[in-house]
């Protein structure tokens, strides 16, 4: 078999070389570094003028109004942000971060119980081994009067096995005489009869 030349083609000439422009460059404009602490009326207006010029805040951060703490603002979360705020100016005016929220919020927020707790303990103990505590006095129980008595039977039965008993009966109550409650009653005579 014989071998086939492979013919090769004449290569192409170029024409002239089309020049393509530069693209332009955006303008960078040098900040010193913000201090972490709130601007400044100057800063401010500073910051809105350069935001209108290049959609974006000099240094890329913004500084909190309470804390001075600075939060980096670019991005969707810069857009978002100054469409919350209602524009730049607020939001420079009016951010506060996070952690100074969260400051806020534990100062207003009451102590829990268990720290309350532990404050009267700590108030309470003088030493590792002393201990502040009340004096407690030893009395056995008082016997109630009549009169508290009947104030008590107001709301609660006083005798209730007996009543539970009797199918809600006072019959052999010793304190039907001085009781107030409102189930109060005894059987009828046909009842008794049985």
């Known amino acids: 078999m014989a071998k086939s030349k492979q013919v090769k083609e004449p290569k192409k000439k170029r024409g ?3 020049v393509v422009p530069k693209p332009k460059t955006v ?20 910051f809105v003028k350069h935001y209108n010029e290049f959609k974006r805040f000099p240094g890329s951060k913004i500084p909190c109004n309470i804390t001075g703490k600075l ?13 919350q705020y209602g524009g730049p100016e607020n ?15 534990e100062k207003n927020k009451a102590p829990s119980k268990k720290k309350a707790k532990r404050k009267v303990l700590n108030e309470m103990k003088i030493d590792e081994k002393t201990w502040n505590l009340p004096k407690i006095t030893f009395q056995g129980p008082i016997p109630l009067t009549e009169a508290e008595l009947a ?37 009828s005579k046909k009842s008794r009869k049985r």
């Open 27 to 46: 303008r960078k404009r040098k900040f010193e570094k913000i201090e972490p602490k709130p601007l400044t009326e100057a800063q401010i207006k500073e």
């Open 16 to 18: 002239p070389r089309k």
């Open 151 to 187: 104030e008590e039977s107001k709301s609660v039965c006083l005798r209730p096995n007996i009543y539970l008993n009797n199918d809600g009966h006072c019959e052999g109550c010793p304190y039907y005489n001085i009781c107030e409650s409102r189930l109060k009653n005894l059987p």
């Open 91 to 105: 939001l420079l005016r009016k951010y506060v971060s996070r952690g100074a929220i969260k400051a806020q919020k």
């Open 71 to 83: 939060t980096t603002c670019v991005g969707p979360w810069m857009a978002k942000k100054i469409k």
